[in-house]
C-alpha cells in the first residue's frame, strides 16, 4: 500500500523497537534481547534501582556503548523524509531510547520512555533538569549537585510515560496513524491507535496503518496491516 503525503497531511507515527532492528539494536521481545542476563525489573524499575544502582547503571553504560556505534536505517531516513513534506504537521511518538531517528534528521519527536543519552536527578524535588550525557564508563556512581544519585533518564516500569497529554492530542487530530516495529502489548502506547477506532466510529476520517514483521498483538484495531521489514516497506509506504 502507499500513502499520499501533502503539506496539509497530519501524519502521527508510533514507532517501537522494531524500526532499530536493522540498524543492529536488539528488540525487547527477541530472545537475544536487551534484558539478556538481566530481570527485567532489576534494572529496569525504580525498585531495581533502589536495590542496586550499580547494577543498573552497568546495564544502561553497556547500551550506551553499543547504541553509540549504530547507524540509522533506511526506515527512520523515510520518517526524516515524510517529517520534510509534512513539516509542522507531522509528530512522532518513539518508544525508542536510541537517537537513531534525531541521527536521520527527525526533529519533531517525542522520547516517550525517556532517552538513554539523558540523565537526570533521581531526586524527583531536585529542580536540575535532564541533561545529555554520553558517559558509558562510570569511576563511580554519578552524583548530582544535590547530593543525591543520578540515574538515567528513562521511563522503567511502574514509571509513567513522557508528554501523554501531547502525544494524545496529536493522535486525536491526525489524518493518518502508523505504527512501525511494535509488538502491541505494552501500554498506553499500545492504547493510542484505539483512539482512531473511536473517531472513526463518530465518522472521522482518518486510518490507521501497521508496519512490522509479525502482527501485533493488537493487530485487530488497525485499518491495515503491512507485514515486512521496516527498512524496506516505510521507503516505499509514503508517496
Ligand atoms: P518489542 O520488542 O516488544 O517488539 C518489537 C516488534 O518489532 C515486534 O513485533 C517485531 O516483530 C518487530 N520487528 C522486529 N524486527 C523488525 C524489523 N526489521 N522491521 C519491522 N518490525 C520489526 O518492542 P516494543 O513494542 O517497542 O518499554 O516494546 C515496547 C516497550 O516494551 C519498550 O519501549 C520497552 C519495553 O518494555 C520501556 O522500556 C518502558
Redesign the pocket.
Known amino acids: 500500500m502507499q500513502l499520499d503525503l501533502t503539506p496539509s497531511t497530519k501524519l502521527f507515527v508510533l514507532t517501537?523497537?522494531?524500526?532499530s532492528?536493522?540498524s543492529g539494536i536488539a528488540?525487547?521481545?527477541?530472545a537475544n534481547?536487551l534484558w539478556e542476563n538481566h530481570r527485567?525489573e532489576e534494572v529496569?524499575s525504580p525498585e531495581g534501582f533502589a536495590a542496586s544502582p550499580a547494577t543498573v547503571w552497568r546495564f544502561y553504560a553497556q547500551r550506551r556503548a553499543q547504541a553509540a556505534t549504530v547507524k540509522p536505517n533506511p526506515?527512520h531516513a523515510a520518517l526524516a523524509g515524510a517529517e520534510r513534506i509534512c513539516g509542522d504537521n507531522f509528530f512522532l511518538a518513539t518508544?525508542?531510547?536510541d537517537n537513531l531517528h534525531e541521527a536521520a534528521g527527525s526533529q519533531r519527536l517525542i522520547h516517550m520512555?525517556g532517552e538513554l543519552f539523558k540523565t537526570r536527578c533521581s531526586d524527583d524535588d531536585c529542580t536540575t533538569l535532564p541533561f545529555v550525557d554520553m558517559r558509558s564508563s562510570f569511576a563511580e556512581l554519578p552524583r548530582c549537585s544535590c547530593g543525591a544519585l543520578q540515574r538515567p533518564h528513562?521511563?522503567?516500569?511502574g514509571e509513567v510515560?513522557f508528554e501523554m497529554l501531547k502525544i494524545k492530542r496529536n493522535v486525536q487530530a491526525c489524518d493518518i496513524f502508523v505504527t512501525?516495529?511494535?509488538?502491541?502489548?505494552?501500554y498506553p502506547?499500545a492504547g493510542l491507535v484505539r483512539e482512531i477506532s473511536f473517531r472513526k466510529q463518530n465518522g472521522e476520517s482518518c486510518i490507521s496503518v501497521y508496519?512490522?514483521?509479525?502482527r501485533?498483538d493488537n493487530a485487530d484495531e488497525f485499518d491495515h496491516v503491512v507485514l515486512?521489514?521496516?527498512?524496506e516497506v516505510l521507503p516505499t509506504l509514503f508517496r
Do not use: C, M, Y
Open positions: 517501537g523497537a522494531g524500526i532492528a536493522e528488540t525487547f521481545r527477541d534481547g527485567v529496569a526506515a518508544q525508542n531510547v520512555h528513562i521511563v522503567w516500569f510515560p512501525v516495529g511494535s509488538s502491541g502489548v505494552v502506547a508496519v512490522g514483521l509479525e501485533p515486512g521489514k521496516a527498512g
